[in-house]
């Protein structure tokens, strides 16, 4: 049974709870808990951190605490009943908790290791708290402590900072607002001293200035480390002022022993003083700590011989400083004890030593030395502040320590009336003596004793220094040999002071001899009595005493003997007639010094002060001592203040009439010395005094008659220092006066009322008339006005003794009455008496109700006085702090209408002015403290006042001014954030108080100012000033903790929600006035709806409803509502304003009002839109405040640009936009994007001279102006970009108007510019980029990804691993889907986010172009990646039953066309995809493109080898022959044979015949290419790779047998088949200009042009490596040697086709990057031009494309078919076979990477690529076409020449081999042809080597077999070498025998051959007459340095060009 607990409320959990029972309360240790009920063991109830959960707890986790219950029952609250501030402490400690560890992950380390130390702190102050064992000073202590840190770490976390009273948290309904404004100000203060000692309130004005703060040194002495001296030591150590040469302490003195500890062994760890009352002034004097060291022990160190062991003596040994003012600042710094170590030295001459220490401090360093680098005392220093008892409670250890308390010599600054005094310190100064007959001089101890006036010697009566028992007797050292020694050592003399009186000093004089026995002899005396005969101590001076003879015999017994003689000259001279015949007689030549100084405060050296309190001895002398009374010292007149007062008014009682003015003057100066800071503590002792002692019970008469006298003066004198001093001592006057009349009155039972009631009231007339006098022409009178008004108000509480409250109120209100009020009187008369006044209000009397009534009306009026002129704005707002913090206060208790009512009247007005003045001036202080005014003044008004305030406006303008007055200033406090961010209680007060007060006023406003009297200003100020409120950030409860909103709503509720009621209802109060604020106010009231609180938005939603009609009702439309909105919620959203709620509920809100209303179709189309638009912005807010990636961003900013035109057609947004994006694209370094984006904007100018306003960050100018100036900087980023071709067009445009308007230089630079675009196309290397389709599905995406699929384009030499990895950098919560596959709804619906990415292929829309022969690749490059709107995906599947024998039966190609939205590039990389088609491409098609692209690829990399483009290394060509005929005989195409040409097949589809044809001439043409490629490998090929090619040509062998028998009549094919066979078979087909398509340079998809191993290194080393450079035919030379009949052998063999004996294979060239000796060169003159002639289909580059995909060992890829196809090329792993494995090594050795375009050539190293067009003169050969060639430069790329002859891209194209859709390039056939003589050479430098074949004859040899297997040593024979390119021969040569084919190229690894010197002669001739250019060195092979020089000769003057 669940009962309501009694007792039990309240708790903390001390164990974890996991709330693992059915209904259980989850809680953390730590938590508290409120119980409701209990039952069996388990509690029920909430924890104060979720208190709307509820559930069930075990009681016994539950630690109990005792609680106050209020209003018990169901909604009862619990308070802990435990000190206030340890509830704060551990409510903040748990609010710390979270935002430190924050710290941590955020980096602030230091912070959040301070934070760790603090919180620890607090964790050990609190327990202390709540053991319950601290006194109550420690508890005060201990609460200090804590505050102090958590008000530290509050402002360090950025949290609130907490006003406190005495370390307690304040309720803010307790006090005023000014109170409250001055405690914030004060724990601010407090924070960043880090040390409140008290509560460090501003004092009030009637608060004395702070006590000055003593100082004290703490000295403990760690040991003292010397290892020469072997005694006992006695070390002193004293402070000394170098400045004035005297020391300023007593001396501390530690004992030590022959071993340096202690002598004592209870003083171990205990050899510690402390050094007191050091004031402020002496922390700056020149201060040093001096340590003497005395030894104890022999007379001299080193000699034994001097006097006997057992005698010892004080010798001195060495002295030791330490500058205070050096070390000053490091002890400041530090709160602990500090170490140092003095060194000590010894004093060369024993006769100075009296000023060693002087002498080391100004480094004489010849009058000492240092006996030893060892020899230092080590001692630790601390600075301690405050006074004796603080220190105690502060360092309690210290005290613990035996701490010897050291003194200042004389009095502290402050002396305190308990502080005894009674100590005369006396110094040893010097002494002569006579030599008495000795041959050397005397060793002198002087013995010292104090005795009574009896003779007997007093006990512990000599102090030789703090830290030692005292003693009776004092030895001094002894000086070695001195008749004049100077001691200079001073000895404390503590006598009591009952025997001061009569006592008297001896020093007795010996001479200490060194002889054997070592006895000390007696040989005089002196003596000196302590006090003189007339009552005086020994004066504080030197005195010198006269020295007797006397011996050992002597005896002292009878003192009187010595007594009665003359101690000094000053005895002397009183008595002069001294008998001679004495016992003791006086050694005139010798002398004795000492000097005193008394600290008494008992005993007085003064005369005159003896005089006075004597006074009755002297009647005739009181006039003339009371006179001198103002010339005794002040410590004097203090230590017998009581005495002295007692006498005075003694002597003003024996005689007033004679000594009554003389008393009172005394009496004033009196008075007045305790007004100095350093007697200031004995006001108490006045106090005291006037309370229990004084009994002058006639004293006033005389007091107040004097004071009369005084004031009446005033307007008389000239002088009035007497009159100012007797002003100044009012206070004390009146308490004598007082006091004087009670004790009359109680002697006499009242006696004499009236008449001294009526002669205090003359004197305030006398006092009004003294004030009233116009002191503007006297200053003397101003100071003494302002002394009476300093004064004044210290009199109130002795009056109030005597008289009532209202009759005291009566006389100050005249007073302060008679001040003149007009401020006139000069600036420091004003701020006497407003000082006056602000204590007047803070006295006792103002507390008084009654005492108010009279007295606020004369304050106020001051005050507003004052006010209206803007003077003394500080002091006027204290007072009026005060005057509120007082009406506070009793309103708590009692009715404070009435004053408050007064105060409204005078001071609501003009304090809402001084506010604007002063808000205008921004003086924040000034403005905070009248703020706070205001508040307070508000907070005190009722509905009564606000009534009576209204009322008593006379017209409707001084209301209306009244009114924007308040709401302007509240305006203001809200603007100008008076109060700092972290006053959260201030703010919030504030907050309550305007919206209280707004309601108040409200009513007024709709009253007066709504329906004929409708005034717009007043109403705008309104609405403006409740929309400000309402987004005040102190309201906005959801970014703060759940506890601190709690507390808030629980105070104040939410006070957004009672101002937007308010809003609401005004707005509706409105009526048809509503139509001024429409579109004004739809921004502040948007503003207001976007504040994340749901009720504000229920309410202040349908406003904008309200409008849209009103708007509607009067134009008809609600345009101005729409556009304004749409404005205002762009900017405000992407403030950070506003989320998914709100978007909800506002469709919600609006959809709902607008449906009731005729135009509601208009109506839901605009909240439609608007609702759309913000799902945009808060997707384009949520990207640019994240840290999101920059395509996000863009993404993000495309899809809100693109609504803003197409949607809401809102051009300004749009062009913002436009801006926007261009600006991220620039940030990113998309040139080319920017340039899209910007022209969007540029298409909407027209070229007209209409004038544009300025916007954005452009200026006002023309249409024409923008227009142009966007389009040079469109033009500008196109050419960034490298997107020439885009740029153009608008070039063309620009020079459209300039040419237009005769702008030539514009027109001549648009040209130029132009000009340069299509010198870049041609020249400059451009990347071509990869696309790459990405799928975003789920939800979590943003809008406007969500489930949707883009292209994206890729960044340079971005790979679709690369891709990949970034697009999961930009998403980190998605996953990569590993599969193509469309996704499922499951995945679209679910809340996570999957990516799907993979690789596709651009498919061009400018087919033309590419098609075109005759355009260079460079051109076409461009155009088959840009503008392209169309992509290709090939997905491999099985279709059918999958035949396991030869699965190429049933592969089909899935192949996916995906259309974009809009054409890449543009305004963004990355489209939306708007339509996919699918489209299967059967097994047949699929293995003729793969065919088709297998034999272009061959072609292409052969073709680099047989122009030895690619020098020296073969591995390429090895591992890509061997990928094919390796697969081949191991399966390879002959799967393919097996596959579709099988009967079955043939028969089951007889539509495929054609298909299959072409397929079989596919195969026949691969063979001849491998053919060729073999012949190529034979003489490249490594000796030690022979056995690889051995096995190639067997395979080969085996590979045409098998089609042999496929294909019978292959082997009555030549390699190159008859012209008339089908085009696909056509391997040379004659006369066909060179496809462009085939020039394709190789920038993209290869490192260099040169292979396709240098990126496929990473993935795959397959056979298609050299398609993925391209289909790369470049013209290049065949080269002839000296025997062209053995070549032409060779070739017979390679191509045995009896027709065409003498046609070659001539393919491209490329440049390879091995550093090889020479490039491939035409011998001589015997070569002639040859023409390359290839075509390429349109698609060929997406076959090869698709190709290169498959290959890539990515699981996308992996089962396509050309991986299938050539299984031996590269394994299922994806590693290559051994052998490919070996020669990639090697490969890969001779690869560059491919150069970047942007890297200098400096940092390339690697090739530039070089263009010129050339045209040969020839008849009916065609054109040569523009050659290329990849060579390296050694500085930089060398740009091809403008003035090339003609572009070569004219000329005819006779044949065309093979159809454009054939996509197979064919090899060139080419023909010699015959001329008899060769006509002079007209090609240059310009025109590239080549060869041109003769197609006239057909030669028809037998047919011969093919041998590939040739002897090295004949392909040796054949070759002759050539060392460089020759000058190729004109059109026209012929060569000399038309059968002999042309030379092979030389094999990279053979020496080279003598026979060619003629050869390079002429070569070198030709090319030594042009200058040479700088050229990097490389190693050259053995006998290639000419060949080396011709080359770079000839490559030099290419770069000429």
Known sequence: MWTPTEEEKYGVVICSFRGSVPQGLVLEIGETVQILEKCEGWYRGVSTKKPNVKGIFPANYIHLKKAIVSNRGQYETVVPLEDSIVTEVTATLQEWASLWKQLYVKHKVDLFYKLRHVMNELIDLRRQLLSGHLTQDQVREVKRHITVRLDWGNEHLGLDLVPRKDFEVVDSDQISVSDLYKMHLSSRQSVQQSTSQVDTMRPRHGETCRMPVPHHFFLSLKSFTYNTIGEDTDVFFSLYDMREGKQISERFLVRLNKNGGPRNPEKIERMCALFTDLSSKDMKRDLYIVAHVIRIGRMLLNDSKKGPPHLHYRRPY???????????????????????????????????????????????????????????????????????EQIRRENPMIFNRGLAITRKLGFPDVIMPGDIRNDLYLTLEKGDFERGGKSVQKNIEVTMYVLYADGEILKDCISLGSGEPNRSSYHSFVLYHSNSPRWGEIIKLPIPIDRFRGSHLRFEFRHCSTKDKGEKKLFGFAFSTLMRDDGTTLSDDIHELYVYKCDENSTFNNHALYLGLPCCKEDYNGCPNIPSSLIFQRSTKESFFISTQLSSTKLTQNVDLLALLKWKAFPDRIMDVLGRLRHVSG?????????????????????????????????????????????????????TYIQKHFAGALAYKELIRCLKWYMDCSAELIRQDHIQEAMRALEYLFKFIVQSRILYSRATCGME???????IQELFQSIRFVLSLDSRNSETLLFTQAALLNSFPTIFDELLQMFTVQEVAEFVRGTLGSMPSTVHIGQSMDVVKLQSIARTVDSRLFSFSESRRILLPVVLHHIHLHLRQQKELLICSGILGSIFSIVKTSSLEADVMEEVEMMVESLLDVLLQTLLTIMSKSHAQEAGEYVSCLLSLLRQMCDTHFQHLLDNFQSKDELKEFLLKIFCVFRNLMKMSVFPRDWMVMRLLTSNIIVTTVQYLSSALHKNFTETDFDFKVWNSYFSLAVLFINQPSLQLEIITSAKRKKILDKYGDMRVMMAYELFSMWQNLGEHKIHFIPGMIGPFLGVTLVP???????????????????????????????????????MVSEGKGDESYRELFSLLLLEKVEQETWRETGISFVTSVTRLMERLLDYRDCMKGEETENKKIGCTVNLMNFYKSEINKEEMYIRYIHKLCDMHLQAENYTEAAFTLLLYCELLQWEDRPLREFLHYPSQTEWQRKEGLCRKIIHYFNKGKSWEFGIPLCRELACQYESLYDYQSLSWIRKMEASYYDNIMEQQRLEPEFFRVGFYGRKFPFFLRNKEYVCRGHDYERLEA?????????????????????????????????QIYAVTPIPDYVDVLQMDRVPDRVKSFYRVNNVRKFRYDRPFHKGPKDKENEFKSLWIERTTLTLTHSLPGISRWFEVERRELVEVSPLENAIQVVENKNQELRSLISQYQHKQVHGNINLLSMCLNGVIDAAVNGGIARYQEAFFDKDYINKHPGDAEKITQLKELMQEQVHVLGVGL??????VHPEMRPLHKKLIDQFQMMRASLY?????????????????????????????MSPESIKMTHRHSPMNLMGTGRHSSSSLSSHASSEAGNMVMLGDGSMGDAPEDLYHHMQLAYPNPRYQGSVTNVSVLSSSQASPSSSSLSSTHSAPSQMITSAPSSARDKYRHAREMMLLLPTYRDRPSSAMYPAAILENGQPPNFQRALFQQVVGACKPCSDPNLSVAEKGHYSLHFDAFHHPLGDTPPALPARTLRKSPLHPIPASPTSPQSGLDGSNSTLSGSASSGVSSLSESNFGHSSEAPPRTDTMDSMPSQAWNADEDLEPPYLPVHYSLSESAVLDSIKAQPCRSHSAPGCVIPQDPMDPPALPPKPYHPRLPALEHDEGVLLREETERPRGLHRKAPLPPGSAKEEQARMAWEHGRGEQ
């Open 1093 to 1131: 609180q749901p009720e504000v938005r229920n309410i202040m939603i349908p406003i904008f409803h309200d409008m849209m009609d009103w708007e509607q009702r009067k134009n008809g439309n609600f345009k101005q509502v729409e556009a304004e909105l749409i404005d205002k919620l762009d900017s």
């Open 753 to 759: 009322e009236e008449q001294f009631r009526s002669s």
């Open 1575 to 1580: 012949a190529v490998h034979e003489k490249f």
């Open 318 to 388: 060495g002295c030791a400083v330490l500058s205070i003012l050096d070390v000053l600042q490091s002890l400041t710094e530090v709160k602990e004890e500090k170490d140092f170590v003095l060194k000590v030295y010894t004093c060369n001459n024993e006769s100075e030593w009296s000023q060693i220490h002087e002498n080391i401090i100004r480094k004489s360093s010849a009058k000492y030395s240092a006996p030893s680098a060892s020899h230092g005392l080590i001692i630790s220093l601390q600075l301690l502040r405050g006074d004796m």
């Open 1605 to 1633: 028998h496929e294909f019978p009549g292959l082997d009555k094919l030549s390699p190159a088949c008859s012209g008339t066979s089908t085009p696909r078979g056509n391997v040379l087909a004659s006369h066909s200009p």
């Open 1363 to 1395: 891709f990949q990895q970034r697009m999961l950098s930009e998403f980190p919560q998605a996953v990569a889907m590993q599969h193509p596959n469309h996704p499922d709804d499951a995945i679209l619906q679910c809340d996570a986010q999957y990516l």
């Open 635 to 687: 410590e004097e007149i203090v230590k017998f203040l009581q005495d002295i007062l007692d006498t005075l008014f003694v002597i003003l009682d024996d005689n007033t009439e004679k000594y009554g003015l003389l008393v009172f003057q005394s009496l004033v100066f009196i008075i007045n010395l305790l007004r100095d800071i350093k007697y200031f503590h004995f006001r108490p002792v006045m106090d």
